[in-house]
């Protein structure tokens, strides 16, 4: 199969279209500066490692329009990209550098790169790398099934894994959120996410880029500046990806109103269960809101039509439909699949699936049935064929032999307009084996105290769902994508 490059493949009037914006500085490439970019930046790379090599080049940085450059730098000269979270400790990181071997990382001049491994160089440097005018021979490049970038888990359940992602598997995320998404050459996305993320890198910048239309990039989530920019006419913001958390952000601070996300096609979100209360929030609002589902390891999946906002509040909650080259099911504990209604694992299969885990052959092993890839979520479809994701499967605990799955609960205690985020754990107990425990973080300003916490929860929810205690906390540990990391919650 022929590669496909998204800065290549748009007729002669693209290379002056734009690409890429710098959201804090104003900066712009067209696309046919990001080519002669990246061209430059992988003869160089090519220079110093060899064509094809299968190098590793890491980056230690925040969100920047050269990480997307150094990307298809990589991707031209045959090496692999490998964007590192600037949020872990040193010792993650050097856990992770371990494990991918980079013979190059660049980095922000104000992150220190733990370890040894590889020679340095700041991320700035990468346009003053290289001669101008040169590029890398087309020989350099990898297969379209090889390793092109490694994405390294956020951990929620523990020591991060390198997520092998191909050219191919880019591709087919990039064309299943594109066609389902209503992306086109008149896009223009804005990018809060971080880019060592699957819904920064891929989802919010090169989804964009791979229908021929634009991306503002931030160094991150300000809600201020966020609410500013999708309300700027200049800037004329038509799509933004966030997770839940994210938008219950926006949707609280004192900026925002509805109106100023009058002019977006689609507000994605992704990353964690969306409660039903927010959805139905935004829709109402008038405010095309899709929930959907990714994964590092699958690209994007599902989501939601957002042309009838009617449609939207009555599948509230829902992830929406599988995209174009997706297939899914939902099965039992012996692989097979389970009636409309009924709960179970889903698993997915397509040309966006990766190959498998970087140096983990096992783990790639247990994580593939016939070529089905295990997503580790409980799911339901209902009767129209829409797709719930009820929770992660390892979150889910036992109270008195009912199952309980606390995005469930989650999704009840974000009714309650004073909570500003809410997670809920299975804990020990001698009685029950285990029950639940919400560790909520109150809005500013607000009261709440954990007998109304229990009240709203109980007159919702069958009793072996409501949380036996509540904890007030001021912050939770999270992800660099946003999730709650609730294997660090005390218990």
């Given amino acids: 199969m022929v590669m496909v490059d998204p800065v290549k493949t748009h007729g002669a009037a693209m290379p002056q279209r734009l690409a890429i914006g710098d959201a ?115 020989f350099a490049r990898l297969g379209w099934d090889e390793p092109m970038t490694l994405l390294y888990t956020s951990g929620t359940s523990g020591k991060p894994k390198g997520v092998i992602i191909t050219e191919a598997n880019a591709f087919w995320g990039n064309a299943n959120f594109a066609l389902g998404s209503l992306v086109s050459h008149q896009s223009a996305f804005l990018c809060d996410m971080p880019m060592f993320h699957t819904a920064g890198l891929f989802a919010a910048v090169r989804v964009p880029l791979w229908a021929g239309g634009s991306v503002w990039i931030s160094k991150g989530f300000d809600p201020a500046k966020t609410i500013a920019r999708i309300a700027d006419p200049a800037l004329a913001i038509t799509h933004y990806f966030s997770v839940p958390q994210m938008a219950t952000t926006l949707w609280q601070h004192p900026d925002f109103t509805p109106e100023k996300f009058s002019r977006l096609v689609m507000y994605a979100t992704g990353g964690a269960p969306n409660p039903t209360a927010q959805v139905e929030r935004f829709a109402r609002a008038g405010i095309a809101f899709s929930d959907g589902f990714g994964m590092s390891e699958t690209g994007s999946n599902f989501g939601m039509p957002v042309l009838d906002i009617e449609l939207l509040i009555a599948k509230a909650g829902s992830c929406g439909l599988p995209f174009a080259s997706v297939q899914a099911r939902i099965v039992d504990d012996c692989g097979d699949d389970v009636a409309a209604g009924q709960t179970g694992e889903l698993w997915l299969k397509g040309p966006s699936i990766t190959p498998g885990y970087w140096n983990q052959p096992e783990l790639t092993a247990k994580a593939f049935d016939n070529g089905w890839f295990k997503t580790g979520d409980a799911a339901i479809r209902d009767a129209d064929g829409y797709y719930f994701i009820v929770d992660r499967r390892k979150d889910m605990y036992i109270s008195g032999g009912e199952n309980v799955y606390p995005a469930e609960v989650e999704a009840c205690l974000a009714e309650l307009a004073d909570i500003a985020a809410a997670a809920v754990i299975g804990v020990p107990d001698e009685r029950w084996g285990e029950i639940g425990r919400a560790y909520i973080m109150v809005k500013p300003g607000a009261a709440l105290g954990e007998d109304a916490v229990i009240a709203h929860t109980r007159a919702r929810l069958a009793k072996f769902k409501v949380p036996a205690s509540v904890v007030f906390v001021e912050d939770m540990p999270r992800t660099g994508s946003g999730k709650v990391q609730k294997h660090l919650l005390p218990r």
Avoid at 40 to 64: E, H, I, Q, T, Y
């Fill in 24 to 138: 804090e500085t104003g900066r712009r490439w067209t696309y046919g500066e990001l080519d002669r970019a990246a061209d430059c930046a992988a003869a160089w790379l090519v220079a110093k490692l060899g064509p094809a090599s299968r190098a590793r080049v890491a980056v230690l940085a925040r969100n920047s329009p050269l990480l997307i450059v150094l990307q298809f730098a990589c991707a031209r000269a045959g090496a692999v990209f490998v964007p590192l979270n600037w949020r872990l400790v040193p010792a993650e990181l050097e856990s992770i550098l371990a494990d991918a071997g980079p013979s190059l990382v660049f980095h922000d001049a104000d992150f220190a790169v733990p370890g040894s491994m590889g020679e340095r160089f700041s991320l700035a440097s990468l346009e003053r790398l290289g001669d101008p005018g040169t590029s890398a021979p087309a």
